[in-house]
């Protein structure tokens, strides 16, 4: 792909994802008029559309299209930095990690912050990341399936105690919902919390893609470049825990997004890892954003969790990949 | 978790196919046709034939006899109904974690934990076996549940206690013979509701009250027909804000987006907040939206945080909790007056 064509193409995604985040802000459970809805955004707006434009709606949209941007960029740099096709947040077992951190933190550490369970988050999934990888990238056995089994066996074994925890704490109804993944009441606080690690994992992101890149074609080439293979994967990695920390301690576990729109972008923007984070942080974000409207929209009356949206169709998604054998090429 | 299971929910197809299979098996060829509903439920009253040493009783799951005598009585789900008319059971299931309800604690000291009544299996039939009850009472939609309870002792199987608590308190009167006591009870408790009914209109004039409840990211409104929603809306009369109706209809309870606060037109309201971790924090993150600030009864300064266990206990004795909430927190002068002198408590104060 030339620079003008993949420029054209992130030019294209910056303006689908800002049509899709105004659709978003626009449309909820209640009908706002546009011209009182551009009053709000304006700063002229009355007091309940405001309320409901800049109190309610913005923070779950720039929530949901952080959140999206975070495991989508995450799973790019852990496809990229293990050469791993099926390498992702979730399917390596960060998701459910950082979840069951975040868990405890809330029973054992009650009026966590926001901040706080971001920072518990981190240590959940870096965790979790140390396992997974220890049991599968760097086993020395195995091809890509043997990352997929090592964080299918940590998501059973961190899934059940986070059940068991939730039963033993009788927290079924109350914990049930975020234990699915979902944006519904995300504060201002939450985003204030979310946005600068975010932020800085994206930075940090788009300054380690040309390593990532150099790192994909393999170690003996990214040697041959001049590059630290063990140094840039570490980074990567830890970029990685951050991401993916950072959405799971606002949004709960949101499976797939980080393992199917890389493998999406990647189609459309190539192999570069300079074009793949910006454009899997943008698609991420759009798909997010959009799936975060299509649940409010499609289900005004029953609340259902992100995740039990994200994770079908990414399932679907990733069953295809699968079958036609596109995820073997990264 | 809800502390009580809506005792007369519309059921799942498994739970209906459940009770049908329950009818099916414990029904002798007599009774009636399918589309009428058998003694003990509804405001159908248990039908008693006395005999010389005891009694059998036609009920939700069939007839059972039930000796002259009986003082072991094991409950699933009836604990309210029995204390309320003095009778203390020796084992009861538990909710919100591993005991009884709090406003139960303290009447079944001596009580055997008979284990959770929320999923299917959850009764510790091995606990209920070691309580060694002479009879069991019990309001479970399961029919397997019903037999295994049988096997250990005489079971009478009530249901719709919670929509038709004065029918149930009067079934277990007949039941256990002590018919006066039950009627005493319940006068006891119409004087309290009339009393309240009086001293809550004039002082709210139509004003509306409404039930939250704060969970982790969301809120859920709680309608008329279940838990306190007849005890606010049918006993006391009192005005339901119009979302209810919108949202909740027929049902248990709906979840309330955040944008509609500002449409959640209770002058008063009621929070409903479990004693679960990040709970408080959860309703900390939902008070600083200004959609919650924009609610009139926010507006007013007029929220309330209450006892979660008996909001939500739907038995008759939390039903009596909620009218002494309602009654302290809106009007402590009729209480500071004497006006419910020998009516506030869960239960009538002379019960032995």
């Known amino acids: 792909m030339t620079r003008r064509s993949s420029t054209g193409t992130l030019a294209l995604g910056v303006a689908v994802c800002a049509g899709v985040l105004a659709c978003a802000v626009a449309s909820g459970t209640r009908s706002v008029p546009t011209a009182s809805l551009w009053r709000s955004v304006l700063g002229a707006g009355d007091p309940v559309t405001d309320a409901v434009v800049l109190g309610v709606r913005l923070p779950r949209v720039v929530a949901a299209a952080l959140v999206g941007a975070a495991l989508s960029v995450a799973g790019a740099l852990m496809q990229g930095a ?82 068991g925890l939730v039963v033993h704490h009788q ?16 504060t201002w606080s939450q985003v204030r919390a979310l946005a600068p690690a975010t932020v800085l994992g994206l930075g940090l992101a788009v300054l380690l893609a040309p390593s990532v890149t150099a790192l994909s074609l393999g170690d003996d080439a990214a040697g041959s470049l001049g590059l630290r293979a063990a140094r840039t994967r570490a980074l990567a990695l830890g970029c990685v825990v951050l991401l993916a920390g950072a959405a799971v301690a606002v949004a709960g576990p949101i499976g797939f997004v980080g393992l199917i729109v890389p493998h999406l972008v990647r189609g459309l923007v190539g192999g570069d890892y300079r074009r793949i984070v910006p454009a899997a942080a943008l698609a991420g974000a759009t798909l997010l954003v959009g799936a975060d409207l299509g649940v409010r929209l499609l289900a005004e009356r029953v609340d259902v969790p992100l995740g039990c949206v994200t994770a079908p169709v990414g399932g679907a998604a990733f069953v295809a990949l699968l079958w036609r054998g596109r995820a073997v090429a990264t | 978790m809800h502390a009580r299971r809506p005792r007369t929910a519309p059921p799942h197809a498994y739970d209906l196919a459940l ?50 005598g009986v003082q072991r009585i094991a409950t699933v789900g009836l604990a309210d109904e029995l204390l309320f008319i003095g009778v203390t059971p020796v ?79 009067r079934d277990l009167g007949a039941i256990l013979g002590v018919e006066a006591r039950a009627e005493a009870a319940l006068a006891w408790r119409r004087r309290k509701l009339a009393a309240a009914r009086e001293v809550l209109g004039a002082t709210l004039d ?56 500002p449409d959640f037109d209770a002058d008063h309201l009621f929070l409903m907040v479990a004693p679960a971790p990040g709970i408080r924090s959860a309703l900390e993150g939902v008070a600083e939206s200004p959609a919650w600030r924009l609610m009139p009864a926010a507006r007013r300064g007029d929220v309330h945080t209450v006892d979660i266990h008996h909001w939500l206990g739907g038995g008759v004795m939390a039903r009596s909790l909620v009218v002494d909430d309602l009654l302290r927190i809106l009007a402590p002068e009729a209480i500071a007056a004497g006006r419910f002198d020998g009516l506030l408590g869960p239960r009538p104060p002379a019960s032995p």
């Open chain 2, 19 to 68: 009770l049908a299979l329950a009818v099916a098996a414990c029904s002798t060829p007599q009774q009636a046709a399918p589309d009428v509903a058998p003694p003990g439920t509804a405001d159908h009253p248990v039908e008693v034939d006395r005999v010389d040493g005891g009694r059998w009783v036609r009920h939700a799951g069939g007839r059972t006899f039930v000796p002259d």
């Open chain 1, 82 to 163: 293990t050469r791993n096709p099926l390498a992702g947040p979730s399917l390596a077992g960060l998701n459910t990690g950082a979840t069951l951190a975040v868990l405890c933190g809330v029973l054992w550490l009650p009026g966590v912050s926001a901040t706080a369970a971001m920072g518990v988050a981190f240590v959940g999934a870096a965790a979790a990341a140390a396992v997974a990888l220890t049991l599968g990238a760097f086993g020395g056995l195995g091809g890509p399936s043997r990352l997929v089994l090592a964080g299918a066996t940590l998501n059973l074994t961190l899934g059940a105690a986070i059940v």
């Open chain 2, 206 to 261: 139509g004003q509306t009250v409404g039930v939250l409840r704060v969970q982790l990211r969301r809120l859920k409104v709680y309608g008329a027909r279940w838990f306190c929603g007849p005890t606010l809306y049918d006993d006391l009369g009192l005005r339901p804000p119009t979302l209810v109706a919108e949202r909740v209809g027929r049902g248990v309870n709906a979840w309330l987006p955040l944008e509609l606060l």
């Open chain 2, 91 to 169: 084992g009861e299931v538990g909710s919100w974690g591993s005991r009884f309800l709090p406003h139960q604690q303290p009447f079944l000291e001596d009580a055997t934990y008979l284990g959770g009544e929320h999923l299917p299996h959850a009764v510790r039939l091995e606990a209920v076996f070691a309580a060694r009850p002479d009879l069991i009472i019990a309001e479970v939609a399961l029919a397997d549940t019903a037999r295994a309870l049988a096997d250990i002792a005489p079971t009478i199987v009530l249901r719709d206690a919670e929509t038709h608590p004065e029918a149930r308190v």
């Open chain 1, 171 to 186: 927290l079924h109804m109350d914990l049930l919902y975020w234990t699915t993944g979902g944006l519904i009441g995300v």
